[in-house]
């Protein structure tokens, strides 16, 4: 009996070396597929991100058309302008983004009282920022979108002959934004943008208690332009 132990015993040895040697060879053969596989998704995955643009520019041609109100027996009007504005929109996910805008026009606040006519013609900077929630329509090459926001309209007087008040300041206004838009592809990265936006504020006075309506104001502004996304 312990001879015949001793011949399993040599038999089976090198077996035994031989089975674990084809073990870890066929777990070294996984690990190198694994290795292949997870190097082939995440290079997927990159090349995902790297087309995946989620940044766009846009520059857009706009008019600035603002309600004639009054208040404390003082009436204002504002000449109808055009402008421009530049804006950065970041695309979070498919429904929301977030924007920042900076537009600038000129135009004339003319004011109407017991002193007669007065007019201050200003550089009007529009600084805001908002979100955006995308709206997709099952059309080819559109999207559509609404926003709402808030930011500021700086008034600045341009202290131009005829269109002065004495003691007329710098000011401004805070503003409740909010509008609307779509957008047309051209290609992977240009498209065209048309949109409204309305701005809600109160009158500016610019620092002078005889132009103070206490009142409010709206300002709508449509535009077109283009968008560069990258």
Not at 114 to 138: I, K
Not at 179 to 185: F, I, K, L, N, S
Request: charged content about 15%; overall charge positive.
């Amino acid at each position: 009996m312990p001879v015949l132990n001793a011949k399993a015993i040599h038999v089976c040895g090198p077996l035994r070396l031989e089975s674990l040697a084809h073990i870890q060879e066929r777990r070294i053969q996984i690990l190198r597929r694994s290795a292949i596989v997870a190097s082939f998704v995440t290079l997927l995955t990159l090349g995902a991100a790297a087309q995946e643009n989620r940044s766009d520019i846009s520059l857009q041609g706009t008019g600035f058309f603002t309600k004639d109100t009054n208040g404390n027996g003082i009436s204002r009007t504002t000449s109808d302008t055009g402008g421009f504005q530049v804006g950065y929109r970041y695309h979070i996910n498919r429904w929301f983004s977030a924007e920042g805008d900076y537009g600038f026009g000129r135009n004339t606040q003319k004011y109407f009282g017991s002193f007669g006519e007065s007019g201050v013609q200003a550089n009007v900077h529009a600084v805001t920022g908002d979100l955006v929630v995308n709206l997709p329509l099952p059309i080819r090459r559109i999207s559509t979108y609404a926003l709402a926001g808030g930011g500021g309209l700086i008034f600045d007087p341009t202290r131009n002959g005829g269109g002065s008040v004495p003691g007329a300041s710098t000011q401004a206004k805070g503003a409740f934004l909010y509008g609307a838009g779509a957008d047309y592809a051209l290609t992977h990265h240009f498209s065209l943008r048309a949109e409204y936006r309305g701005f809600v504020y109160k009158n500016p006075d610019f620092g002078l208690a005889a132009l103070h309506t206490d009142s409010w104001t709206h300002t709508a502004q449509p535009s077109a332009g283009i968008v560069f996304r990258f």
